[in-house]
């Protein structure tokens, strides 16, 4: 079975500081993805990466970024956290990128709150 | 313009009664693939089924069903004779060309023993 693993399932942290959320995968996946999570609004994309070192904005990266210095670490960053980005946040990976027909496996999500 | 509708916020309904969850999509690419997940209180999405485009075929899985429908693009989940276990917050996603993924934004289903 694929496992996504991410660091915390909570994390609670002060405006301004520096926060990173860690996802590890374990099935060799070339992509891999960051999603908030917010009632009314279901999934929205942050970054993906479908390579080591390569990363493409998703829909909402701004106060974001990531690192992907290896294939199976994928790391979401928030340079100043700010109270607007407490939110759940999940991170996913897939095969074969450039195909969006393979199903994402998805982490158990960690519940940030920014105070 | 790439985009899944799921119209029901949230569907309540009593142990054993039949219910469907809606999907409608919109996409401009001649092949894409369709998913459903289901998210259970405890966070992690759980892939259900992928159809592709070309298969208007209807799958059935135990109480489980999917009815893919071209014409209307619309691939709509019923799940037969619910069961607690089956609350959870569900999403329909549409995949096509490229590697993103667009979710609609969820029905949450809530089983009433």
């Known amino acids: 079975d694929v496992k996504v693993t991410q660091s915390s399932r909570y994390l609670v942290k002060r405006t301004g500081e520096k926060v990173f959320l860690e996802c590890v995968q374990d099935?060799?996946?070339?992509?891999m993805f960051w999603y908030r999570q917010d009632p009314g609004l279901g999934l929205r994309l942050i970054y993906f990466?479908?390579?080591?070192?390569?990363?493409e904005k998703g829909d909402i990266p701004e106060g974001y970024s990531v690192s992907r210095e290896k294939k199976e670490r994928f790391s979401l960053i928030l340079e100043s956290a700010s109270t607007n980005q407490t939110s759940m946040y999940l991170c996913a990976s897939s095969s074969h990128p450039g195909q969006g027909n393979q199903p994402q496996h998805f982490g158990d999500g960690t519940r940030l709150s920014i105070l | 313009a790439q985009k899944v509708t799921q119209a029901q916020t949230e569907i309540s309904v009593v142990e054993k009664e039949d219910v469907t969850l809606d999907c409608v999509y919109e996409t401009r690419d001649t092949t894409y693939y369709l998913f459903w997940y289901k998210q259970p209180p405890s966070g992690e999405l759980v892939f259900l089924i992928r159809?592709?485009?070309?298969?208007?075929q209807n799958e059935i899985s135990g109480r489980y069903s999917w009815n893919f429908q071209k014409s209307t693009s619309s691939f709509n989940f019923t799940i037969t004779a619910s069961q607690v276990v089956d609350s959870a917050v569900y999403f329909c996603?549409?995949?096509?060309?490229?590697?993103?993924?667009?979710f609609g934004t969820g029905t949450s289903l809530t089983v009433i023993p």
């Open positions: 996603a549409l995949g096509g060309s490229g590697n993103q993924f667009y």
């Open positions: 990466s479908y390579d080591v070192k390569m990363k």
């Open positions: 099935m060799d996946h070339e992509n």
């Open positions: 159809r592709n485009s070309f298969d208007e």
